[in-house]
């Protein structure tokens, strides 16, 4: 099965920072990975599919990036909407899918 | 709109059975692969099963195979998870989850499962 590590687990910044998450598959991917983006409470929101394609409706601060084994969530310009917990996951083996263990975005 | 309505959740003893639905509208859900996902307390997201558009291709995760059975009806835009055999760690919120993309850009509002004596 592959795995998924996603690093770091929390951060804490402040509005207007860049903001870097990273995704390591066990083994290479391709570009078959997707980051989301959760609030308390609420179901998960696609931000960014096949690694760096902005999902419709997505600001543009948002940005992908990486292949093979290594991928990016950039966040450009933090805003107070973007306080939240990030997940990617990857459908290199689809149909089934494995997520990365969450990065929870606070302020500092 | 696009809407993926899930209900069914409650509280079941361990060893217990529940099934829970995943009511669909606004997409022609018979084009649509469906999938469910679950979120324990505090913790990250975990897939569980997904099923084919036609209903004829099934696949799950090996912490639920062989207790949770996926299922759909086309005529009825339903998808619904059998889940048997429950156990404290089946204790999560229950996502169905769908997309044109193989990412899942559709999701239900989730529907709580509590197993507990």
């Known amino acids: 099965a592959i795995r998924i590590t996603q690093s770091p687990s929390s951060l804490s910044a402040s509005t207007g920072d860049r903001v870097t998450i990273t995704c390591r598959a066990s083994?290479?991917?391709?570009?078959?990975l997707a980051w989301y983006q959760q609030k308390p409470g609420k179901a998960p929101k696609l931000l960014i599919y096949?690694?760096?394609t902005l999902q419709s409706g997505v600001p543009s601060r948002f940005s992908g990036s990486g292949s093979g084994t290594d991928f990016t969530l950039t966040i450009s310009c933090l805003q107070s909407e973007d306080f939240a917990t990030y997940y990617c996951?990857?459908?290199?083996?689809?149909?089934?899918?494995?997520f990365g263990q969450g990065t929870k975005v606070e302020i500092k | 709109e696009v809407q993926l309505v899930e209900s069914g959740g409650g509280l079941v003893q361990p060893g217990g059975s529940l099934r829970l639905s995943c009511a669909a509208s606004?997409?022609?859900?018979?084009?649509?692969?469906m999938n469910w996902v679950r979120q324990a307390p505090g913790k990250g997201l975990e897939w569980v099963s997904y099923?084919?558009?036609?209903?004829?291709?099934?696949y799950y995760a090996d912490s639920v195979k062989g207790r949770f059975t996926i299922s759909r009806d086309n005529a009825k835009n339903s998808l619904y998870l059998q889940m048997n055999s429950l156990r404290a760690e089946d204790t999560a919120v229950y996502y169905c989850a769908t997309g044109a993309t193989r990412a899942f850009d559709i999701w239900g509002q989730g529907t709580m499962v509590t197993v507990s004596s």
């Open positions: 996951q990857q459908y290199y083996s689809y149909p089934t899918w494995t």
């Open positions: 606004g997409f022609t859900f018979s084009s649509y692969e």
């Open positions: 096949a690694a760096s």
């Open positions: 083994q290479g991917i391709s570009s078959y």
């Open positions: 099923i084919s558009s036609s209903g004829s291709t099934i």
